[in-house]
């Protein structure tokens, strides 16, 4: 057997039907980094025999949880309860490291294995959780363990108040993908263990990530209680590469940090009663917030006008947030800087010479606003292009730009053509908002990044034009967002890579 490990273990879960594939997925965990397995033997189909868990749980690779979880609590045991505690109990004469055993179930019996007493809660984060948690922590059990359904991720921040709480090694999770943080977080605070499922699909609970996301890509051997913590708020949240950049860059500069995503309903209220758990809790360590749809209007209110960079003031939205060790808090916008350093570096030109310059905006939205109120600080000539003729008025007269309807963009006259609409972005490539690249333009911009090379960018390369691919924009954004929060130069290439790696692993 591996030996004991001191840190929080990374326990996964075993979710076979078969005993003989659940002892050789105990081999595939130990060999891909899991200090703990957990056999769940309500997964097999029939119950194991004696012999059958014999050979399951004697000389595994890894240290051995043994679980049979009833229905009543997420499992998949149907038999009696009596058949249920036998199973358990036998599993236990086998002598794995663990049993776990529900809260209700303890009971008067001896046990031949320690004790994880637990408590699971699928439906919500209960007003009593805390009290639950110190009913385990006064038990005879040797380790606690708490889950609950998580609303949002200010539950998550509960889970971290149960873990600091505790008097003996506890486990507590918040399920879901709202409350994925305190599956990542778990070793800042010391817990007992966390879970991580061997493969995409064989999840034992909901927001479990897999060995592999933890291990590579929070960096789960670096986190510790010394880590500094920042996250990217959004919904949907699930496939944001922001996590995967800035982590990379956090292990390229040698940072003691993690980035973890956040997905937060929409409403102000949703945004603003997580901002309000996060900053009573300074001891979170919490230094940065990346802020995406829909969210990045409630960002800039929460933050206030005040604490914001002008220009994202007159955006009226705020990407960024810095936190600082008292809690102060200041907002920023890396969306305009990171298009314009985009489009001018492509145009090898300062931003002022962007001064007269006539741009056709293809769109109104979010990225639209910012990079149109970007051009006309820079004094540019914009025109709006937008299917809804009002919002793109609404737009221009915001900013003093013009405004015409999307069909009339096929004579526009423009030295720079810049594409916001979401024509063209992945899996509908082969569509583009323009047919035609007129001989006017001199330079394409489409913020599109998935695929980085778009329609509307092999037109305009056909047609002689420079182009700027969304690729450009997405790096320059976050590598804003680093060098705000660090106040050290980014690792610019390395994050870049990052996302075309990505783009390219998600075609494949």
């Known amino acids: 057997m591996a030996a004991p490990v001191s840190r929080t273990r990374l326990i996964c879960p075993l979710t076979s039907a078969d005993a003989g594939a659940m002892r050789r997925d105990m081999v595939a965990a130990a060999e891909r980094g899991a200090d703990t397995v957990e056999c769940r033997l309500d997964y097999l189909d029939p119950p194991a025999d004696r012999e059958q868990l014999q050979r399951l749980l004697q000389n595994p690779p890894a240290e051995i949880i043994a679980t049979n979880r009833p229905v009543r609590e997420g499992g998949r045991f149907r038999g009696d309860e009596k058949q249920r505690l036998n199973l358990l109990h036998e599993a236990a004469r086998c002598g794995p490291g663990w049993v776990d055993v529900e809260r209700w179930a303890l009971g008067e019996d001896a046990w031949d294995a320690p004790v994880i007493l637990s408590h699971h809660d699928f439906e919500k984060c209960a007003g009593d959780v805390e009290a639950v948690a110190a009913s385990l922590d006064g038990s005879p059990a040797a380790v606690n363990?708490?889950?609950?359904?998580?609303?949002?991720?200010?539950?998550?921040?509960?889970?971290?108040?149960?873990?600091?709480?505790?008097?003996?090694?506890?486990?507590?999770?918040?399920?879901?993908?709202?409350?994925?943080?305190?599956?990542?977080?778990?070793?800042?605070?010391?817990?007992?263990?966390?879970?991580?499922?061997?493969?995409?699909?064989?999840e034992s609970a909901p927001g479990q990530p897999t060995l592999d996301e933890l291990k590579n890509l929070y960096r789960w051997e670096h986190i510790g209680p010394a880590t500094s913590v920042y996250g990217v708020i959004g919904c949907p949240v699930a496939h944001s590469m922001s996590p995967a950049i800035h982590n990379a860059a956090f292990a390229a500069a040698g940072l003691d940090a993690v980035y973890v995503p956040l997905l937060i309903q929409p409403g102000a209220e949703n945004f603003n009663r997580f901002m309000d758990a996060l900053l009573a809790r300074p001891w979170m360590d919490w230094r940065g917030l990346s802020v995406t749809i829909p969210h990045k209007e409630n960002a800039l209110a929460y933050v206030g006008a005040e604490c914001c960079e002008p220009l994202a003031r007159a955006i009226g939205a705020v990407n960024t947030i810095t936190i600082g060790p008292d809690g102060d808090l200041q907002g920023h916008n890396t969306d305009y800087a990171a298009a314009v350093d985009a489009l001018t570096g492509a145009m090898d030109i300062s931003r002022e010479e962007l001064s007269g310059r006539p741009v056709a905006l293809l769109g109104a939205g979010g990225a639209a606003r910012a990079i149109v109120a970007a051009l006309r600080h820079y004094h540019a000539e914009v025109t709006i292009y937008n299917r809804t003729f009002a919002r793109g008025q609404r737009l221009a007269a915001e900013f003093g730009a013009r405004a015409e309807p999307l069909d009339a963009a096929k004579d526009l006259d423009a030295e720079i053509v810049i594409n916001c609409t979401p024509i063209g972005m992945h899996p509908n490539v082969d569509v583009s908002p323009l047919e035609r690249i007129p001989p006017c333009a001199k330079v394409v911009f489409d913020t599109i990044y998935n695929p980085i090379e778009t329609r509307l960018l092999r037109l305009a390369a056909d047609a002689g034009a420079r182009t700027v691919s969304g690729l450009e924009m997405f790096t320059n954004q976050a590598v804003a967002q680093f060098e705000i929060w660090t106040d050290r130069p980014a690792p610019r290439e390395v994050m870049r890579q990052v996302v075309i790696d990505r783009l390219r692993a998600a075609r494949a």
Request: aromatic residues 8%.
């Open 145 to 202: 363990k708490i889950a609950f359904a998580a609303a949002g991720p200010e539950d998550a921040l509960r889970a971290f108040d149960i873990l600091r709480a505790s008097r003996k090694p506890t486990i507590a999770l918040a399920m879901g993908e709202a409350g994925v943080m305190s599956r990542i977080l778990a070793a800042k605070f010391c817990a007992f263990g966390t879970f991580a499922a061997l493969a995409p699909g064989t």
